[in-house]
């Protein structure tokens, strides 16, 4: 199976997303009006950074991977704070909307053009990193660097240091900070929400530049407008320059195990993070996974036992914390029903191990050859989690659909092109990634039929509809029944305040019932 | 020197504040406004939780431990978020100012009245502990549980997990998410910026109650209205319910070693914590510091070197962790000069050693008899820490008053009445609290301009003038120049967006300097 089988099996349709129909504001620019900002666009830049070619329209109204295309008016390629901010002004000039395009592996349609059309801000050529401060655990980077080549250029210049969060390959850190990403590593280092980003420059629809804060690691200056803009899907302001803290780069270790059910490793799971022992990643395959890697590999030496899954990755500093590490979790996975530990002893080992987890969404293709997928996104408090996958997996059954569950195949760094659209279990998090195979538009709506269940299962256990891909035009039907009106209604004050004309990125994030306009 | 002597020290004027002055909000109440607003409070709420005794008015405009009282109009206490929408609707209905009282530990005023007086609402009824959900390590309280008391209950139940941030002595939940707190732990855990609180019920200024999220570990459901609340010093929303993540209790041990100067102490520091070792806690305690505890006791068995000293808190599951890394701390320290290293091998060995940085703060009060002293909370990037105490250590010996820096002595849980008001180093973060010593109100003067100077430092070094102690009214002044004009507008539009009649808190956080008040 080549690169390019795979990115054949990575080209359905995209997302099916109902809410790219926007009603337009009756604010907005006339055709007119929007020929005028092209036009001045292409004045206020050199003439490669600005295009209406209809192939680079379409290809900058696409998401990563898919076929489907929802087109802006205009792409434009700013290399400058100061080339977002005439940007925008251009666009309040003219009442034209506009959209942040990253790394374009958003699951959700974040990038996506709307009926309104607009302004696509492609945000590639802002990719340098500023400056690097060892000694502070940080750097300054551009909004278009991407984690997976931040964190190469710091092993070429031997700097022990990462950046751990490690959504989908290709994902840039503008776009991390927008959705809110996490990743694998979440389960040691949490997620965006959390300190990895200590300051951000962001152009306001207003077009003022604002620092959200200054550099220290520490600060209580005032609200903290840095959260302001983190999951906010550019529909607050475009982030131009970031501030990200690094952490040690450490030894790991990986090990594989396992379980009679998914409630007895998670069982596991929760009891050796509340051990202490240095875990970086816990990631599930579940038994029909175990099974496809089988099939997968099938003229390999290795033949997995079909049953429910552990992957695991342990750090520490030195060998000893490795090793205690490693008898603890085994001595808590054997006391939970865990079988067949099995712990690499050298690095060829570990990735060898490391690579049936990275192979997994492969081998799921290679069972289900020519299907389409839709992932999944929900999360639940952890000690929920064997309760819905119960309740889903009855459904997945009654629906006659095949539904492995997954772990992350994120560090795949050997496959560029690849993205893990359709992944992974953040299982310590309680964070369900669910791969829904189907074949025919009948089975399309089964599929979409059981994303609903799904999500409902989730709030019923007090979780959420998204874990870490965010809302775009995918999820927010469910923002109102998850978090109540009030503080939906919240969210669409702080945007009419700090964006009155909707021309950031409108219609993504949340539904504006009570507006004139969607 | 007992508790009470320890009190005394304790009870200066408090903290030089001169934003008390708030130039009315001309839609503010008339003073018979204000009448009706407490009359109708004594209809909803029982007599004995609506006060205007001018005794209870005066606890309730004083900072923990000071005698400068700053009252309200009238002092209310709410047992459940429906009486705290009681209370914002009469706020509302008679334009009356209304502000947030916790454990009353802010050190900038947060909780002081102002001209314009009001609402003091007392959330110490409700500090009730509603959930524990121990399988997921989190739990859900009222705002007015203290961390303390929350750990307490944890041990005494004998479930092994904790809650990491600690502030001050008696700060409550609702007040450390509205200062965005940290604490000694913030080495290890991070800040209240980070994960640590998962979602919050906010009665905001129009009477509308939010959840800002549910209860799974993770979310990316729209924008983040949590962290909105984190850090806003209950000017845009009242906490009436909040649900905290918990961290695993592990074992600890302590070290302490000396150092030829802060520098080299700081390089220790840094490496060891990019090395990868499980360190909980590090802890500065200066030269003069180290002096003051010889004085303290003189008469006991121990007499310290007179150097700069690191106090450390190692943690780990197991012995092996713990001894794995004191070998490496050892072996850092010692290659950047540390001597006397002293690692305690035993429990009492570790409270023996711990209790000397517990003593810290005493030992000043007895080097410097009678003394007031000021606190300060500047933080830089670390690299820039020891700049940073050169540039500070030139004005405080040209101001001739003596200013040692010592560490957090935060978890004297021995001391009740006892609050860190003028302490820590968080040192590895940058965070930097040196305590300033003065007599009268000529030194006082002095004091005042050593302040202005040291955040005249931080900020030339990419820092803030407040790394946890949040702005009040003590930092206000400082905002504009740390984060720019257009960062302290958007901070506006949003509390003018939330609560138009600034309401919540008014003459908190920030300067409205383009506006009809202050």
């Given at each position: 199976m080549s690169d390019a089988d795979i990115f054949v099996y990575t080209q359905p349709r995209g997302p099916p997303l109902s809410g790219t129909k926007v009603l337009l504001n009756s604010n907005y620019g006339s055709p007119a009006e929007y020929a005028q900002a092209i036009d001045e666009l292409r004045i206020a830049f050199p003439a490669e950074d600005v295009s209406t070619d209809p192939v680079v329209l379409d290809v900058h109204g696409q998401l990563a991977g898919y076929s489907n295309s929802f087109p802006h008016s205009v792409v434009v390629v700013p290399r400058s704070t100061g080339d977002v901010v005439r940007i925008v002004n251009i666009s309040r000039k003219y009442r034209v909307p506009i959209v942040a395009y990253g790394g374009a592996t958003s699951l959700e349609g974040q990038i996506y053009g709307t009926d309104a059309k607009g302004i696509c801000v492609d945000m590639s050529a802002m990719s340098k990193i500023l400056e690097i401060h060892e000694a502070d655990a940080d750097l300054v980077c551009q909004p278009g660097a991407k984690w997976t080549d931040i964190n190469v250029m710091l092993k070429e210049k031997g700097i022990p240091l990462f950046f751990p969060l490690d959504p989908g390959i290709g994902a840039s850190i503008g776009g991390m900070i927008s959705t809110?990403?996490?990743?694998?590593?979440?389960?040691?280092?949490?997620?965006?929400?959390?300190?990895w980003f200590l300051n951000a420059t962001v152009v306001l629809p207003s077009g003022e530049v604002i620092k959200t804060r200054r550099r220290s690691r520490k600060c209580s200056?005032?609200?903290?407008?840095?959260?302001?803009?983190?999951?906010?899907?550019?529909?607050?302001?475009?982030?131009t320059e970031v501030t990200i803290r690094l952490a040690p780069l450490l030894p790991t270790r990986v090990a594989v195990v396992q379980f009679p059910s998914v409630e007895h490793a998670t069982r596991a799971s929760t009891e050796a993070l509340n051990y202490g022992v240095n875990l970086q990643c816990i990631e599930l395959l579940d038994a029909l996974f175990m099974k496809a890697l089988n099939t997968y590999n099938k003229n390999g030496s290795r033949t997995w036992p079909e049953k429910d899954s552990l992957f695991?990755?342990?750090?520490?500093?030195?060998?000893?914390?490795?090793?205690?590490?490693?008898?603890?979790?085994?001595?808590?996975a054997e006391k939970h029903g865990g079988t067949n530990f099995e712990f690499a002893a050298t690095d060829a080992q570990a990735e060898e191990l490391w690579l049936a987890r990275k192979n997994a969404l492969h081998a799921g293709f290679v069972m289900f050859p020519g299907a389409k997928a839709i992932g999944t996104d929900i999360c639940v408090p952890v000690s929920r989690l064997p309760d819905l996958v119960a309740a889903s997996k009855k459904d997945f059954d009654a629906a006659g659909l095949p539904v492995p569950i997954i772990g992350h195949v994120g560090d795949g760094l050997s496959l560029p092109t690849f993205r893990k659209q359709a992944a992974p279990t953040d299982f310590c998090t309680g964070n369900l990634h669910a791969i829904i195979y189907h074949y025919n538009d009948e089975e399309e709506k089964i599929a979409q039929g059981l994303v609903a269940k799904l999500v409902k299962h989730a709030l019923d256990l007090d979780g959420t509809c998204t874990g870490e891909h965010g809302v775009g035009l995918g999820k927010k039907k469910y923002l109102v029944e998850e978090l109540g009106e009030s503080t939906v209604e919240l969210m669409k004050y702080i945007k009419q305040c700090i964006d009155p004309?909707?021309?950031?990125?409108?219609?993504?994030?949340?539904?504006?019932?009570?507006?004139?306009?969607?």
């Open positions: 809110g990403c996490s990743g694998t590593n979440a389960v040691r280092y949490g997620t965006a929400k959390g300190e200056a005032g609200f903290d407008t840095l959260h302001l803009f983190i999951g906010a899907e550019g529909t607050l302001g475009i982030v695991i990755k342990i750090q520490g500093a030195t060998p000893v914390f490795i090793e205690e590490s490693a008898r603890i979790l085994r001595a808590v004309l909707n021309l950031f990125n409108p219609g993504k994030v949340r539904r504006y019932d009570k507006t004139p306009f969607e």
